[in-house]
């Protein structure tokens, strides 16, 4: 694959020494050696053999943040010089830089899943290979419009087969457009808790905030054009199988209070498990008088 810069670099030398100066180097240096394909920016003696959580660097000793500082800062000024050209990086250039950043420790049945999670080129691995033949009788209900509901969703479009998602909010984002209690926010770092396809780079924090996982699952609903396969505010009651006719029908509560019936030929169920409280039973609870309610029903 070749690599290209989404942005030139246009800053000094004063103002790369100072910016090098808060960067972390145990994953720049891969950052460029990928950018620029100059393996040889991963020394072995740069290399954290054992990282330290939370420790300055990892557990870089000082000499060797000066050398990685140095390193860095003549690729960047390669790259900022167009000294460097746009680079062909190979899967095995891949299995190398993480190796590295690894200290060795990921084995070579781990390197797919790292490779399809870090996403180097622009395929999307995980996309249909194949389309249904138009015209073809078959059609798919989802259940949910959350993050799994519009992965369904973009799946099926990709596959070309027609599709009907059934949401009962007012918008996507399932427990993220539910859940909007002070510091709700994702556990796992957000180049995790994001589609490989749809990474971004401009993140706000590592550990997102509600309102901005909320508006990632929102763009790319537009992005990939699901909300015009969303019935909003639709509430699926319940499900039943049809042996004979190998068809599901949906029983559904529509907008205006009333139901009506939707017959598909696959379901998919992405309710989720975080949007509906189990609230606890606790002795008294009924009779205490202040405000009460469990945090996916923020007051």
């Given at each position: 694959?070749?690599?290209?810069?989404?942005?030139?670099?246009?800053?000094?030398?004063?103002?790369?020494?100072?910016?090098?100066?808060?960067?972390?180097?145990?994953?720049?240096?891969?950052?460029?050696?990928?950018?620029?394909?100059?393996?040889?920016?991963?020394?072995?003696?740069?290399?954290?053999?054992?990282?330290?959580?939370?420790?300055?660097?990892?557990?870089?000793?000082?000499?060797?943040?000066?050398?990685?500082?140095?390193?860095?800062?003549?690729?960047?000024?390669?790259?900022?010089?167009?000294?460097?050209?746009?680079?062909?990086?190979?899967?095995?250039?891949?299995?190398?830089?993480?190796?590295?950043?690894?200290?060795?420790k990921a084995s070579d049945d781990y390197l797919p899943l790292?490779?399809?999670?870090?996403?180097?080129?622009?395929?999307?691995?995980?996309?249909?290979?194949?389309?249904?033949?138009?015209?073809?009788?078959?059609?798919?209900?989802?259940?949910?419009?959350?993050?799994?509901?519009?992965?369904?969703?973009?799946?099926?479009?990709?596959?070309?087969?027609?599709?009907?998602?059934?949401?009962?909010?007012?918008?996507?984002?399932?427990?993220?457009?539910?859940?909007?209690?002070?510091?709700?926010?994702?556990?796992?770092?957000?180049?995790?808790?994001?589609?490989?396809?749809?990474?971004?780079?401009?993140?706000?924090?590592?550990?997102?905030?509600?309102?901005?996982?909320?508006?990632?699952?929102?763009?790319?609903?537009?992005?990939?054009?699901?909300?015009?396969?969303?019935?909003?505010?639709?509430?699926?009651?319940?499900?039943?199988?049809?042996?004979?006719?190998?068809?599901?029908?949906?029983?559904?509560?529509?907008?205006?209070?009333?139901?009506?019936?939707?017959?598909?030929?696959?379901?998919?169920?992405?309710?989720?498990?975080?949007?509906?409280?189990?609230?606890?039973?606790?002795?008294?609870?009924?009779?205490?008088?202040?405000?009460?309610?469990?945090?996916?029903?923020?007051?």
């Open positions: 694959m070749v690599i290209t810069a989404a942005e030139p670099i246009l800053a000094s030398d004063e103002e790369l020494r100072r910016a090098l100066d808060d960067a972390f180097l145990p994953a720049l240096l891969p950052a460029l050696a990928h950018a620029t394909g100059d393996l040889s920016l991963l020394r072995d003696d740069l290399r954290v053999a054992n990282a330290v959580p939370g420790a300055e660097q990892s557990g870089m000793t000082p000499e060797q943040q000066r050398a990685a500082r140095d390193l860095a800062f003549e690729a960047l000024v390669r790259l900022r010089d167009g000294a460097a050209p746009p680079a062909t990086v190979t899967d095995e250039d891949i299995r190398t830089i993480i190796r590295w950043m690894t200290a060795g790292l490779l399809e999670e870090l996403e180097p080129s622009d395929d999307d691995p995980r996309a249909p290979r194949w389309r249904m033949e138009p015209g073809t009788a078959f059609s798919v209900a989802v259940i949910g419009a959350g993050m799994s509901g519009i992965l369904a969703g973009i799946r099926l479009k990709q596959a070309g087969i027609p599709f009907v998602i059934i949401e009962k909010n007012a918008d996507v984002g399932g427990t993220w457009f539910e859940n909007v209690y002070p510091g709700a926010r994702v556990d796992v770092p957000n180049s995790f808790y994001s589609y490989s396809f749809a990474q971004r780079a401009d993140w706000p924090k590592y550990f997102s905030t509600q309102d901005i996982i909320l508006e990632y699952f929102r763009s790319c609903a537009d992005q990939y054009g699901i909300r015009d396969h969303i019935r909003f505010e639709t509430e699926a009651l319940s499900a039943a199988f049809d042996d004979a006719t190998c068809k599901w029908t949906l029983r559904l509560r529509t907008p205006d209070g009333g139901e009506e019936t939707l017959e598909a030929n696959a379901l998919v169920s992405a309710t989720g498990q975080l949007n509906r409280p189990n609230i606890p039973r606790i002795p008294g609870a009924g009779d205490f008088a202040g405000p009460s309610f469990h945090s996916a029903r923020w007051d």
